[in-house]
């Protein structure tokens, strides 16, 4: 080996005496500081870090945190309603600066007329920040599937979803006793 290993070799081995009269503790780290330093070891989750030109133990930042609420109809629900109506399908979102909730509706819908339904996210506004709509095109010939989806900021927003029909018609929002149907709001937030 060549003249540099042994230099390396000998800086922390306990016959050059340096590190073991600098390193005290399991965990510790040799620095530089105009001069050979120690670091003590630090407390569990703490990072090392740059501060001020040195290395430095301090509390991790950044990092995702993601929270995932669900709500779900409780029972069958129907309106004729020609201006939206909640169906009680509600969720609070976070109060977390710069954060973003991912919302998914998922429902089965049934009709008994030949109408156009409308459905949506609503929040705090009072106006749908998401809308879908669905044709009834044969009355009472079967249900159908549903979806609505939206990205809104986690403004702690109260979050509902709401329906109504065109005139005449009559909208159901199904979740039969056997679960075959069902109105999910599922709420995926990440800050």
């Known amino acids: ?15 050059s005496g340096l ?11 040799l620095i530089y500081n105009n001069g050979r330093a120690r670091l003590a070891k630090s407390t569990n989750d703490k990072v090392l870090t740059l501060k001020s030109g ?30 939206f109506v909640s169906f009680a399908i509600e969720i609070t979102l976070s109060d977390e600066s710069g954060g973003v ?10 009709g008994t007329t ?13 106006d749908p920040v998401a ?11 079967g249900n159908f599937a549903g ?3 939206a990205a809104l900021a986690t403004n702690g927003s109260d979050l509902d979803i709401v329906g109504k029909t065109e005139t005449g018609g009559t ?17 995926t937030e990440i800050y």
């Open 1 to 15: 080996m060549g003249g540099n290993s042994g230099m390396i070799a000998g800086a922390f081995s306990s016959t």
């Open 19 to 29: 590190a073991d009269t600098v390193l005290t503790t399991n965990g510790d780290i």
């Open 54 to 83: 040195l290395p430095s133990w301090e509390t991790g930042g950044g990092g995702v945190t993601t929270n995932i609420q669900s709500a779900n109809l409780a029972s069958q629900t129907t309106t004729t309603s020609t201006s």
């Open 101 to 110: 909730a991912i919302c998914n509706f998922v429902c089965t819908l049934g």
């Open 114 to 126: 030949d109408k156009e339904m409308q459905y949506g996210i609503q929040d705090d506004t009072g």
């Open 131 to 141: 809308m879908s709509w669905q044709m009834v095109a044969d009355a009472g010939a």
């Open 147 to 149: 979806v609505c989806n």
């Open 171 to 187: 909208m159901v929002m199904q979740t039969p006793a056997n679960d075959t149907y069902q109105a999910n709001l599922i709420v």
